[in-house]
């Protein structure tokens, strides 16, 4: 299973940005995708998960401001956020969780929230 991340980027603080994860291979291993990120000095950090069955779970700081989300067509996870603030910035990755107990990390894509 291969995860690309993409869709980070330079935003000001109440803006918005989408980030993608397109998943290829043996996706039909797969149970669930997450996104965690990683801030500068901090530790990675989940952020918000989807199940195959399209259940959904956010971090507090973040629910009501970030959607996460599947089209099955693409084999795309995207993760929206709206109303960013500075203490978004962070380095955001995806990962598959494999129904073999395996997890499957993508390449992080950068997000910076600054005016």
């Known amino acids: 299973v291969q995860l690309q991340a993409s869709g980070g980027g330079l935003v000001q603080p109440g803006g918005s940005l989408r980030l993608s994860c397109a998943t290829s291979g043996s996706i039909s291993s797969i149970i669930a995708w997450d996104w965690f990120r990683q801030g500068p000095g901090k530790q990675r950090e989940p952020v918000a998960s989807?199940?195959?069955?399209?259940?959904?779970n956010y971090k507090d700081s973040v629910r009501g401001r970030f959607t996460i989300s599947r089209d099955n067509a693409k084999n795309t996870v995207y993760l929206q956020m709206n109303s960013l603030k500075s203490e978004d910035t962070a380095a955001y990755y995806c990962?598959?969780?494999?129904?073999?107990?395996?997890?499957?990390w993508g390449q992080g894509t950068l997000v910076t929230v600054s005016s």
């Open positions: 990962r598959a969780s494999s129904n073999r107990g395996g997890y499957y």
């Open positions: 989807i199940t195959t069955g399209g259940i959904t």
